[in-house]
């Protein structure tokens, strides 16, 4: 899997996915991205707030980072999910826009 993600080197050991707002926090600046970067069975952590619109990929978890901060990362926007399969939303805050 090649990532085309903010920090080229992974200093995050076994979690390959973190979305950050500072490319130097994480390896995406995007929740969209890291979707891209992923596979069935990997879950993206989210150390920061996002506002965007994703399609979820069936069999990607998303959950909140627990080394950031004392804040509840939001997603502010639309989530769907086309396909077959089931993904897991864990400590986040989902907001419409």
């Known amino acids: 899997m090649a990532y085309t993600h903010a920090n080229a080197l992974n200093k995050f050991g076994v979690t390959p996915l973190i979305v950050a707002t500072s490319a130097a926090n994480g390896t995406h600046t995007t ?5 891209a970067d992923s596979s069935v069975g990997e879950t993206i952590f989210l150390r920061d707030s996002v506002t965007e619109n994703v399609t979820i990929t069936p069999g990607v978890n998303i959950s909140a980072w627990s ?28 907001t419409t826009n």
Do not use: C, D, E, F
């Open 67 to 94: 080394g950031g901060s004392l804040n509840v990362p939001t997603i502010t926007g639309t989530l769907t999910m086309t396909g077959a399969g089931t993904s897991t939303i864990s400590g986040l805050r989902l």
């Open 31 to 35: 929740l969209a991205s890291a979707m």
